[in-house]
DNA sequence: GCCCATTGTCTACAAATGTGGACGATAGAT
DNA sequence: ATCTATCGTCCACATTTGTAGACAATGGGC
């Protein structure tokens, strides 16, 4: 059976042009590479190399044999490079779980720079509004938005961003409708909400009060987008985030309501497993999102 | 410092998806692999097989690291089959030595067939009129025309050929000067010779008669070609081989004389060094040569 | 739930390889 | 011609690796 140390011992010999050059780079006992490469001959039943004291030449099927022991070796570098490579730079897959407006809103914006920046990781996204259980279902990062402080789930927290949420109205409905003045005044105006079962809007200004409203339900919809067209229909007034509704707002077809007032904020949330063996790649999304997302 | 065996063993270990098949496969001790790549693993600092007494899976950077040695695998069976091909088809270089005319009239026909039969061979052909010495200037075939029997010089001979010797002369020198009838009348005749010190001709026939016969020297050059050319001409007669007087007497411009009698003959023969050690190539060269040769 | 066949790991011992230093060969300097 | 430095090879001994077989783990069959 081939000893594929010898073929590298040959390849080496032969770089170095004899049995003591080539002991003295490799720092290894020059009858130690004299003997292999002798094995070696013996293995193959050829002369790879004619020798005597003073004189070295490599036969022409040493040649031969050498450019392919020669390429052998190259792969076995490009092998360990791979192994060292993966430990030094982020690479493999990295499973992303959020939200489907999350997904949209600030992912969609983060991963085609953060996959240029890393290319040897791929980002796996799973866009879903049910619950998802992150280590069960074997996801690396879930991204969460949340209007209250996440629970203690024994997973490490990243917060990235906090973005206030926006009373906002078409002009035309407040054309017909009139403008609220204070808070209390939303209570003869119609809601487009989020939930039926939620119990209204929390609103706060820059004082630090706050106060509790309940529009008239006209429209009731769990998706930001519907919300959002509904509003600019001028269907009601509605509560949504400011990203979400900043560039309707810049075309004029939203107006804010009540603008020192602010109805509550979402909060942006990484949630990773242990810190313990997590792979560069992990670290290096979480580190790119908190570094590309603006604080709010 | 690494052992590439442990790579190859750990390819063999992934392609079997297990130890215990790839020891069947390999015909070694489960162990030997075991413990073969648990000190891969060490050494490279990494886990490149997840297993358990049951269970098998490659990790992602375990698969990396497999392209890679397989890669090598390819290189070292590659590296062997150079050997073994090599060993086995002729191929490298044959050096070969001729004199001109054998040159021309023999090798110039052959040397192309050779060299297409055998793709990796190349023929190396040194045409002189000179002396040379086979074994110190390294050539592995010699093809010597001689009259009389080579000495024993310790090299392997073949001969391969043997070319009667014509007398020949143009019609229009036989109208001039007669048709000699009888071997005595040749010296009354104009001979074109090939040295001035040669004794002349000796003419057998077919019952076995020997005769020698002296012509007058009426031109001597010690070039076949020349010899042809004055012959032609019309100067005298000459003596030269069957095969390069062939086209002229079939076209018409040289007639034998003394069809009965031949002027001694031509034996080409093949020198080589010791057999012992000799490369398949020169074998096949001189092989192919006695195929392809008329025998006389 | 129990049994069995097969897996991968571990270890004491056998076998193979690595090594330091001696030695003969050789080429260059004197 | 002689001497010296360096080459590659050889060998007794040190070190490392290969292996047989025991053992725990595991999954399928009954």
Chains 1, 2 share one sequence.
Request: proline letters at 6%; hydrophobic letters at 45%.
């Amino acid at each position: 059976m081939r000893n594929l140390n010898d073929f590298i011992v040959f390849a080496h010999v032969v770089d170095h042009k004899g049995f003591a050059p080539a002991a003295r780079a490799l720092n290894v006992p020059k009858s130690t590479l004299s003997k292999r490469v002798a094995e070696l001959e013996r293995t193959l039943g050829v002369r790879l190399i004619n020798r005597t004291s003073r004189r070295f030449t490599v036969t022409e099927i040493g040649e031969d044999f050498y450019r392919h022991a020669a390429a052998m070796l190259i792969e076995a570098e490009a092998a360990e490079a791979v192994v060292k490579g993966r430990l030094a730079e982020p690479s493999g897959t990295v499973r992303i779980t959020a939200s489907v407006p999350t997904a949209q809103m600030m992912l969609a914006g983060l991963l085609p720079p953060l996959a240029q920046a890393y290319p040897k990781m791929r980002v796996m996204l799973h866009a879903t509004d049910r619950f998802v259980d992150v280590v069960q279902e074997g996801f690396d990062i879930a991204v969460r938005d949340h209007f209250a402080p996440l629970p203690d789930s024994g997973m490490v927290q990243r917060r990235v961003a906090t973005d206030a949420i926006l009373l906002v109205a078409s002009p035309a409905y407040l054309e017909t409708s009139g403008h609220p003045r204070d808070p209390s005044e939303l209570s003869r105006h119609d809601g487009l909400l989020a939930s039926l079962t939620a119990e209204g809007w929390t609103m706060r200004n820059e004082a630090g009060v706050v106060v509790r409203v309940r529009p008239m339900p006209r429209f009731v919809a769990d998706e930001s987008d519907v919300l959002l067209s509904a509003a600019v229909s001028g269907l009601g007034i509605t509560a949504l985030p400011r990203k979400i509704c900043r560039a309707e707002i810049e075309a004029g077809r939203l107006v804010r309501v009540l603008a020192d007032w602010e109805a509550g904020s979402v909060t942006t949330t990484l949630l990773m497993p242990h810190r313990r063996g997590q792979l560069p790649s992990v670290r290096a999304v979480v580190d790119f999102i908190v570094a590309h997302v603006p604080e709010g």
